[in-house]
């Protein structure tokens, strides 16, 4: 038969207004490295609204998600303090107005949401000290359902649980995937595998869309099958200003930019004028950053390479056939088996 | 480059203290800030078998630059094993992690921790600070926990304005009577001292104090009421020369974690 699963490739701006609705829920697949800003700098640009959005280890992603008006809802376990001690983060300034809930997990428990989410169980017990934090009493948007409490049916023992998450859409930035939507991701992970597979819809972009032979031959890298991705879009530098192995460092340059922007609700305005509102797309963005910071900037984050060494999948193919020459599943040697097509003839098929 | 001449500052000398928590040979939970600069200093100097964990997967990364978090690549580079984080906590939760560092905004007089927001109501935060990260789950899950942070009477309130991580709860017995498994916090350290918990009451008390730091001006940059050990207080043992230089010339070069704030 002949091989016809379609190509997934398309623009970020092509992907976001096909599976990013308003209300959706959306995480960011990326644990800390790698964080999908050419995807989330979209969203903003179409400005989806009514967001509910989940960042386990939330950093810049989260700050301009909320400063885009895209976001409602926020379920986080940890946010980068940014805007330095005066002026505060986005966050915090859209909280205090009212305008945006937070629901507080810790690491564990936000992972065991999407733990739970990717096995496809409806709940996941959690480690009982939560139970007497003010993590598990303090409620926001998720009210009765952010915990709840089963006892062990094997200790008898009183355990939280937490429910499962399976948010609309993971947006996912990649070293390298084929058009197919196999994906492939190294370094530190976090909760990245458990995000992508709970999620419903997973939109991947790569810095190198390579053929099917490359993800074949390195099948350990692939973290999530080609089937369960809606959408494959290849975008160098579509991670940019956050770091990704292989590639580049965070880049301090545009990172310290951002955190002076902090200092005004307008810096943040004009800043997304600039660098979002602005511009297309990630090409664009990446001229922008040379035009203003230079070339040289940009390649002073570049890594330098130390490669894996390549994994032997070999195998031997199996004979029927063992050392002493019998034929492993019938029990009887050559003239055997010759035997047995000459008495049974007709039965044994050796076509 | 740094200068080597200057006097040890205050996270210089936590970084120093914290590393002398370490045993050799033992598994270390590693936290973003401080604990990472102790970890690094514990492993280059009295322990050079030990196993770093942090939360993003790395395990025992080689020696290299300074993480500025813990989920930077520096803490996996060239590390024999990258995990993905539901097993490092695992990991913990099985038992095998020996000792863990978590930080602090505020702890109260039982060493319960506050890193979620200042305040009286948490819908209208004062100030929103980073939230849980590995906080919670680590007080439940090493087998020892440190507290670390800096110390002034705001940082050391009777009551924290949201308990993060639980510590030893209301003191005495709450904390076995809520429930919780791991063995509660050992020890709470900042610049100026290193206290553990009354073994009965649980109440923070001083252990030691470093050199100049008397009792009582411990008690003034704490909020509540603390308990005094008896007999003479012993000295915090300070930084030594080698080890401070280690700091400034292997550890954190670059001052990423060990230069003070401009104030």
């Known amino acids: 038969m002949k091989n016809c699963r379609p190509s997934k490739v398309m623009t970020a701006h092509e992907a976001v207004s096909r599976y990013v609705h308003d209300g959706d829920s959306v995480i960011t697949g990326n644990y800390t490295e790698g964080l999908p800003f050419s995807l989330l700098f979209e969203i903003i640009r179409q400005r989806k609204k009514g967001l509910t959005y989940y960042s386990q280890s939330g950093s810049a992603d989260v700050e301009f998600m909320v400063a885009g008006d895209c976001v409602d809802k926020l379920c986080t376990a940890f946010l980068h303090k940014w805007g330095g001690r005066t002026a505060g983060g986005m966050v915090e300034r859209y909280q205090r107005a009212g305008k945006l809930q937070v629901e507080d997990y810790s690491n564990f428990t936000y992972n065991a949401r999407l733990a739970a989410g990717a096995n496809g169980y409806s709940f996941m017990p959690v480690l009982p000290s939560i139970m007497d934090s003010d993590v598990f009493k303090i409620r926001d948007y998720m009210g009765e359902n952010k915990f709840g409490v089963v006892r062990c049916p094997f200790t008898g023992r009183e355990i939280p649980v937490v429910p499962a998450a399976n948010p609309d859409v993971c947006l996912l930035h990649v070293q390298r995937a084929d058009k197919h939507g196999n994906a492939q991701h190294w370094g530190g992970l976090g909760s990245t595998v458990h995000a992508c597979l709970a999620s419903k819809t997973i939109i991947v972009s790569c810095e190198e869309l390579v053929d099917f032979d490359v993800i074949k031959s390195s099948p350990h890298h692939t973290i999530v099958p080609g089937f369960r991705v809606s959408a494959v879009i290849e975008e160098p530098y579509g991670c940019h200003p956050s770091e990704l192995p292989g590639y580049r460092n965070p880049d301090m340059t545009m990172l310290r930019f951002i955190d002076n922007s902090f200092s005004s609700d307008e810096g943040l305005r004009s800043m997304f004028d600039e660098w979002v509102y602005g511009l297309p797309d990630r090409a664009s963005y990446i001229k922008h950053y040379i035009d203003v910071f230079g070339v040289e900037s940009l390649n002073r984050y570049r890594a330098r390479s130390y490669y894996s060494a390549p994994a032997d999948y070999g195998v031997a193919f199996e004979s029927g056939w063992d050392t002493y020459g019998q034929a492993l599943l019938l029990g009887v040697d050559m003239a055997g088996l010759e035997q047995l097509i000459a008495e049974k003839g007709d039965l044994v098929d050796v076509n | ?263």
Request: charged content about 20%; glycine content about 10%.
């Open chain 2, 1 to 263: 480059m740094r200068d080597l001449n200057a006097p040890a500052n205050p996270l210089e000398t936590l970084a120093y203290i914290i590393a002398q928590q370490i045993e050799d040979h033992s598994v270390v939970y590693i936290g973003t800030g401080i604990p990472m600069v102790a970890g690094i200093l514990a492993k280059k100097t009295h322990a050079p078998n030990i196993t770093l964990v942090y939360e993003s997967g790395g395990q025992d990364p080689i020696e290299g630059d300074m993480p500025w978090s813990v989920g930077c690549p520096m803490t996996w580079r060239k590390s024999p094993t990258i995990m993905e984080m539901s097993y490092s906590f695992a990991q913990c939760y099985n038992g095998y992690v020996d000792i863990g560092f978590l930080g602090f905004a505020q702890v109260d007089m039982y060493g319960n921790v506050n890193t979620h927001m200042i305040g009286k109501d948490y819908h209208q935060p004062k100030v929103r600070l980073t939230g849980s990260g590995g906080n919670n789950d680590l007080s439940s899950l090493t087998e020892k926990m440190v507290l670390v942070g800096l110390q002034t009477p705001d940082k050391f309130p009777e009551k924290v304005d949201f308990v993060t991580s639980v510590g030893w709860l209301a003191g005495d017995d709450s904390r076995r009577e809520a429930g919780l498994i791991g063995n509660g916090p050992a020890a709470v350290i900042s610049p100026w001292g290193v206290y553990d918990f009354h073994p009965v009451s649980k109440r923070m008390r001083v252990k030691s104090l470093t050199p100049g730091v008397t009792f009582e001006i411990a008690q003034q940059l704490t909020g509540f009421e603390l308990l005094r050990p008896e007999g003479d207080i012993p000295d915090t043992k300070l930084i030594t020369p080698e080890c401070l230089k280690i700091i400034r010339t292997q550890v954190d070069p670059r001052g990423v974690f060990t230069i003070m704030p401009a104030a």
